[in-house]
Each structure stands twice: as structure tokens, then as C-alpha cells.
């Protein structure tokens, strides 16, 4: 499972959606701006910036590090 931390006007967000759309990776984007429970998920993983990819079983991608984004579709 996959999941996409993103809020408004995030141009690292956008980016990091596309490449897992443009690539057929399955995930579910969570929205901080919108839901009060993914921004406290966020913060109390130690975050203060995003977007925040959480992939199950591997540590977290924070921002879009392509070099981290690729092994995904690999």
C-alpha cells in the first residue's frame, strides 16, 4: 500500500502524483489541507514539509526524490 501525503498548491506534490500515475503505481492521496487526520499523521511523524510518500514495509519518501520514486516501479 501506498499513500501520498499532498496538500493545495504543491508543485512537489503534483509532481509526485503524476510520476506514480504516469508509471500505474496504485495509490491512495491524502489531502492535509482537507483531512485533519492526515495532518496530525504527518506532524507526529516528524514532517514539516511534503509531500510524504508512505510505502508499506519501506521507509518513507519525503519530497520528490526520483532516485527513491523509481524503485517503486521497478
Known sequence: MITLYSKDDCRYCVAVANFLRNNGVDFKEINIDEDEEGM???????YM?????????QEDIHGFDLKELNKLIK
Request: aromatic share 0%; proline share 6%.
Open 40 to 46: 496530525k499523521h504527518v506532524i507526529d511523524k516528524g
Open 49 to 57: 514539509s511534503i509531500p510524504v510518500t508512505e510505502v508499506e514495509g
